[in-house]
């Protein structure tokens, strides 16, 4: 049985996970609207990706015995003021989804909860390449510059980005 301050903690990043999730959906429409439909694909999978990171506590928290809890997602900006601005925007909110990992894994280890640190070890390295790839289009994006062409080509690029869910 899952200790009560670990199921707790598991569950409000299940929250954070959802909120995400709508951000990067947010975004996509924001792309989409800005006819970077490459942009727009990424983010939608990006979305998608959000979505099984919050099953993925949601079914470990039933496994280990405790009780799921939806809480409420809070509302999601609608608008950046450019493509780089809501990139850089995903960037931040993925360095502060690392930030949170990090506590949680700091928790379970306090809590000497050893199945949920094995849980969490998934989540620290998939941090590591979201902040990578993220950080990379980033880069791209001002690589790019005021060229059209420059954005463009890298919009085609991030069309070819398809949903894989991660293994169970
Ligand atoms: Fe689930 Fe992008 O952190």
Redesign the pocket.
């Known amino acids: 049985m899952i200790k009560k301050i670990v199921q707790d903690a598991l569950n409000t990043q299940m929250l954070r ?1 959802m909120y ?1 999730s709508n951000l990067y959906l947010a975004m996509a429409a924001y792309y989409h609207s800005k006819n970077l439909n490459g942009f727009a694909n990424w983010m939608r999978v ?1 979305a998608q ?2 979505m099984d ?1 919050a099953l993925k506590f949601f079914d470990y928290v039933l496994e280990r015995g405790g009780n799921v809890k939806i809480g409420q997602v809070d509302s999601v900006p609608e608008t950046w003021d450019s493509p780089l601005a809501a990139f850089e925007a995903a960037l931040r909110h ?1 360095e502060s ?1 690392t930030q949170w990992i990090n506590e949680l894994a700091d928790l379970v280890m306090k809590e000497r909860d050893h199945a949920t640190a094995i849980l969490l070890q998934w ?1 620290i390295t ?2 590591v390449e ?1 902040e990578a790839t993220t950080g990379e289009i980033v880069e791209r994006i001002k690589l790019a510059g005021e060229s059209s062409s420059g954005l463009f080509m890298l919009d085609n690029e991030l069309k070819a980005r398809v949903f894989v869910p991660s293994a169970k």
């Open positions: 996970e995400s990006q990706e959000e990171h993925e989804v989540f998939e941090q979201e």
